[in-house]
Protein backbone atom coordinates (compact mmCIF):
# COMPACT_ATOMS: atom_id res chain seq x y z
CA UNK A 1 0.00 0.00 0.00
CA UNK A 2 1.86 3.45 -0.79
CA UNK A 3 2.72 5.30 1.53
CA UNK A 4 2.43 2.66 4.64
CA UNK A 5 5.12 1.01 5.77
CA UNK A 6 5.19 -2.13 8.26
CA UNK A 7 9.29 -1.01 9.39
CA UNK A 8 10.30 2.46 10.19
CA UNK A 9 12.00 4.22 7.25
CA UNK A 10 14.86 5.59 9.45
CA UNK A 11 16.02 5.66 13.02
CA UNK A 12 15.20 8.88 14.16
CA UNK A 13 11.33 8.28 13.09
CA UNK A 14 11.57 5.44 15.43
CA UNK A 15 13.11 7.47 18.09
CA UNK A 16 10.25 9.98 18.34
CA UNK A 17 7.74 7.36 17.83
CA UNK A 18 9.03 5.42 20.63
CA UNK A 19 8.55 8.40 23.52
CA UNK A 20 4.97 8.77 22.65
CA UNK A 21 4.05 5.21 22.54
CA UNK A 22 5.26 5.07 26.25
CA UNK A 23 3.94 8.55 27.29
CA UNK A 24 0.56 6.97 25.55
CA UNK A 25 0.66 3.57 27.49
CA UNK A 26 1.27 5.10 30.97
CA UNK A 27 -1.32 3.28 32.75
CA UNK A 28 0.38 1.61 35.16
CA UNK A 29 1.14 5.50 37.03
CA UNK A 30 -2.35 4.34 38.54
CA UNK A 31 -1.97 1.08 39.76
CA UNK A 32 -1.01 1.68 43.40
CA UNK A 33 -4.23 3.90 43.66
CA UNK A 34 -6.25 1.54 42.08
CA UNK A 35 -5.26 -1.85 43.92
CA UNK A 36 -5.66 -0.22 47.37
CA UNK A 37 -9.35 -0.11 45.91
CA UNK A 38 -9.94 -3.53 44.77
CA UNK A 39 -11.15 -6.41 47.40
CA UNK A 40 -8.92 -8.29 49.51
CA UNK A 41 -8.77 -11.36 47.90
CA UNK A 42 -7.62 -9.46 44.30
CA UNK A 43 -5.04 -7.42 46.21
CA UNK A 44 -3.96 -10.24 47.96
CA UNK A 45 -3.09 -12.26 44.57
CA UNK A 46 -0.47 -12.00 42.38
CA UNK A 47 -2.23 -13.95 39.71
CA UNK A 48 -5.74 -11.80 39.86
CA UNK A 49 -3.54 -8.69 39.66
CA UNK A 50 -1.75 -9.64 36.82
CA UNK A 51 -4.87 -11.07 35.00
CA UNK A 52 -6.36 -7.81 35.81
CA UNK A 53 -3.34 -5.19 34.39
CA UNK A 54 -3.32 -7.48 31.27
CA UNK A 55 -6.80 -7.22 30.85
CA UNK A 56 -6.95 -3.49 30.92
CA UNK A 57 -3.78 -3.37 29.21
CA UNK A 58 -5.25 -5.99 26.42
CA UNK A 59 -8.12 -3.42 26.03
CA UNK A 60 -6.23 -0.08 25.48
CA UNK A 61 -4.72 -1.91 22.74
CA UNK A 62 -8.14 -3.41 21.13
CA UNK A 63 -9.36 0.41 21.37
CA UNK A 64 -6.11 1.74 20.01
CA UNK A 65 -4.91 0.00 17.38
CA UNK A 66 -8.18 -0.67 14.88
CA UNK A 67 -8.20 3.87 15.10
CA UNK A 68 -4.28 4.04 14.30
CA UNK A 69 -4.28 1.25 11.82
CA UNK A 70 -6.94 2.33 10.02
CA UNK A 71 -6.29 5.96 9.78
CA UNK A 72 -2.66 5.71 8.99
CA UNK A 73 -3.37 2.58 6.10
CA UNK A 74 -6.17 5.45 4.98
CA UNK A 75 -3.24 8.47 4.41
CA UNK A 76 -0.47 6.85 4.67
CA UNK A 77 2.52 9.24 4.10
CA UNK A 78 0.26 12.15 4.19
CA UNK A 79 -0.97 11.56 7.41
CA UNK A 80 -1.01 15.16 9.79
CA UNK A 81 1.26 14.87 13.00
CA UNK A 82 -2.10 15.92 14.60
CA UNK A 83 -4.78 13.60 12.47
CA UNK A 84 -7.39 15.85 13.39
CA UNK A 85 -6.06 18.15 10.23
CA UNK A 86 -6.67 15.55 7.91
CA UNK A 87 -10.18 16.33 7.50
CA UNK A 88 -11.80 18.68 6.42
CA UNK A 89 -13.18 21.61 8.85
CA UNK A 90 -16.73 21.69 7.57
CA UNK A 91 -16.43 17.25 7.73
CA UNK A 92 -19.57 17.00 10.40
CA UNK A 93 -17.46 13.31 11.39
CA UNK A 94 -14.07 15.42 12.18
CA UNK A 95 -16.14 17.24 14.58
CA UNK A 96 -17.80 14.69 16.00
CA UNK A 97 -14.09 13.23 16.21
CA UNK A 98 -12.89 15.83 18.15
CA UNK A 99 -15.58 16.71 20.54
CA UNK A 100 -15.22 13.03 21.43
CA UNK A 101 -11.13 13.21 21.92
CA UNK A 102 -11.68 16.16 24.19
CA UNK A 103 -14.20 14.14 26.18
CA UNK A 104 -11.80 11.58 26.50
CA UNK A 105 -8.89 13.59 27.39
CA UNK A 106 -10.94 15.66 30.23
CA UNK A 107 -12.22 12.21 31.64
CA UNK A 108 -8.87 10.96 31.66
CA UNK A 109 -7.24 13.80 33.28
CA UNK A 110 -8.55 13.47 37.00
CA UNK A 111 -7.48 9.71 36.49
CA UNK A 112 -3.61 10.34 35.36
CA UNK A 113 -2.98 13.16 38.07
CA UNK A 114 -4.72 11.47 40.96
CA UNK A 115 -1.23 9.77 42.05
CA UNK A 116 1.08 12.28 41.32
CA UNK A 117 -1.47 14.47 43.33
CA UNK A 118 -1.69 12.29 46.31
CA UNK A 119 2.20 12.86 46.57
CA UNK A 120 2.41 16.62 45.84
CA UNK A 121 -0.47 16.67 48.63
CA UNK A 122 1.37 14.93 50.95
CA UNK A 123 4.67 17.38 50.56
CA UNK A 124 2.47 20.37 50.83
CA UNK A 125 1.15 19.21 54.22
CA UNK A 126 4.18 18.59 55.47
CA UNK A 127 5.99 21.32 54.43
CA UNK A 128 3.21 23.58 55.74
CA UNK A 129 3.01 21.78 58.67
CA UNK A 130 -0.37 19.56 58.31
CA UNK A 131 -1.19 15.86 58.84
CA UNK A 132 0.40 14.44 55.45
CA UNK A 133 -2.91 12.20 55.53
CA UNK A 134 -5.18 14.83 55.46
CA UNK A 135 -7.84 16.28 53.39
CA UNK A 136 -6.96 18.39 50.25
CA UNK A 137 -7.68 21.88 51.82
CA UNK A 138 -8.59 24.79 49.70
CA UNK A 139 -4.94 26.50 49.69
CA UNK A 140 -3.66 23.59 47.94
CA UNK A 141 -6.39 22.85 45.32
CA UNK A 142 -5.92 26.67 44.57
CA UNK A 143 -2.49 26.64 44.49
CA UNK A 144 -2.61 24.08 42.51
CA UNK A 145 -5.02 24.85 40.34
CA UNK A 146 -3.14 28.31 39.56
CA UNK A 147 0.14 26.40 39.14
CA UNK A 148 -1.39 23.53 36.40
CA UNK A 149 -3.34 26.48 34.72
CA UNK A 150 -0.09 28.81 34.32
CA UNK A 151 2.18 25.52 32.67
CA UNK A 152 -0.59 24.79 30.48
CA UNK A 153 -0.91 28.80 29.29
CA UNK A 154 3.05 28.92 29.47
CA UNK A 155 3.41 25.76 26.98
CA UNK A 156 0.46 26.60 24.77
CA UNK A 157 2.09 30.13 24.24
CA UNK A 158 5.68 28.95 23.95
CA UNK A 159 4.58 26.37 21.49
CA UNK A 160 2.32 29.51 19.39
CA UNK A 161 5.04 32.06 19.63
CA UNK A 162 7.76 29.79 17.89
CA UNK A 163 5.22 28.24 15.96
CA UNK A 164 6.19 24.96 17.03
CA UNK A 165 3.62 21.90 16.09
CA UNK A 166 1.66 20.20 18.75
CA UNK A 167 3.45 16.80 17.76
CA UNK A 168 6.50 18.25 19.12
CA UNK A 169 5.34 19.36 22.43
CA UNK A 170 4.16 15.56 22.89
CA UNK A 171 7.35 14.40 21.87
CA UNK A 172 9.53 16.41 24.07
CA UNK A 173 7.17 15.54 26.75
CA UNK A 174 7.23 11.85 26.22
CA UNK A 175 10.65 11.48 25.59
CA UNK A 176 11.11 13.39 29.14
CA UNK A 177 8.56 12.43 31.63
CA UNK A 178 7.05 9.53 29.03
CA UNK A 179 10.40 7.66 29.93
CA UNK A 180 10.78 8.87 33.37
CA UNK A 181 7.71 7.98 34.72
CA UNK A 182 7.16 4.49 32.65
CA UNK A 183 10.57 3.43 32.45
CA UNK A 184 13.46 4.63 34.54
CA UNK A 185 11.66 5.75 38.49
CA UNK A 186 9.72 2.03 38.09
CA UNK A 187 13.46 0.70 37.39
CA UNK A 188 14.78 2.51 40.22
CA UNK A 189 12.25 2.06 42.79
CA UNK A 190 12.71 -1.76 42.19
CA UNK A 191 15.87 -1.69 42.62
CA UNK A 192 15.35 -0.24 46.00
CA UNK A 193 12.56 -1.60 47.50
CA UNK A 194 12.74 -5.40 45.43
CA UNK A 195 14.18 -8.83 46.82
CA UNK A 196 17.81 -8.91 46.86
CA UNK A 197 18.07 -11.43 43.73
CA UNK A 198 19.69 -11.38 40.35
CA UNK A 199 16.17 -11.73 38.91
CA UNK A 200 15.03 -8.45 40.27
CA UNK A 201 17.97 -6.73 39.50
CA UNK A 202 18.70 -7.15 35.65
CA UNK A 203 15.25 -6.84 34.85
CA UNK A 204 15.74 -3.37 36.24
CA UNK A 205 18.81 -2.84 34.82
CA UNK A 206 17.56 -3.31 31.05
CA UNK A 207 14.18 -1.14 32.15
CA UNK A 208 16.43 1.27 33.29
CA UNK A 209 19.30 1.17 30.22
CA UNK A 210 16.30 1.64 28.01
CA UNK A 211 14.88 4.36 29.53
CA UNK A 212 17.76 6.09 29.48
CA UNK A 213 17.84 5.45 25.82
CA UNK A 214 15.00 6.25 24.96
CA UNK A 215 15.02 9.75 26.97
CA UNK A 216 18.00 10.52 25.34
CA UNK A 217 17.83 9.68 21.65
CA UNK A 218 13.77 11.26 21.90
CA UNK A 219 15.03 14.74 23.35
CA UNK A 220 17.83 15.03 20.87
CA UNK A 221 15.73 14.35 17.39
CA UNK A 222 12.88 16.25 18.67
CA UNK A 223 14.92 19.68 19.66
CA UNK A 224 16.57 18.82 16.20
CA UNK A 225 13.46 19.07 14.76
CA UNK A 226 12.42 21.89 17.01
CA UNK A 227 15.37 24.09 16.17
CA UNK A 228 14.99 23.22 12.45
CA UNK A 229 17.84 20.57 11.66
CA UNK A 230 17.39 17.91 9.89
CA UNK A 231 15.22 14.85 11.90
Same mark, same amino acid.
Given at each position: +? =????????? @????????????????? *????? =??????? *? *??????? !? !??? +??????ALTLALYLPAGISGFARYGDATNPDV?? #???????????? !???? $??? =????? /??? *?? /????????? %? #?????????????LPFALLEAAIWTACAFGVTAFAIINK?? @????????? $?? $???????????????? $???????? %???? =????????????????????? +??????
Open positions: +M =AGVSLWPED @LSGMLKALPLIAFALQC *HIQCA =AVVTTLP *H *HIQSSPR !R !RGF +MAFGATLY #NFDQADGAADVA !RICM $AIT =ALSAF /PSQ *HF /PARIVLHST %Y #NRIMGHDARGIISIQ @LDLVFQLIG $AI $AGSSVILIIPAIIWFI $AGPRAIST %YLPA =AALLVCGIIVMGAGTFVTLQE +MSGGKS
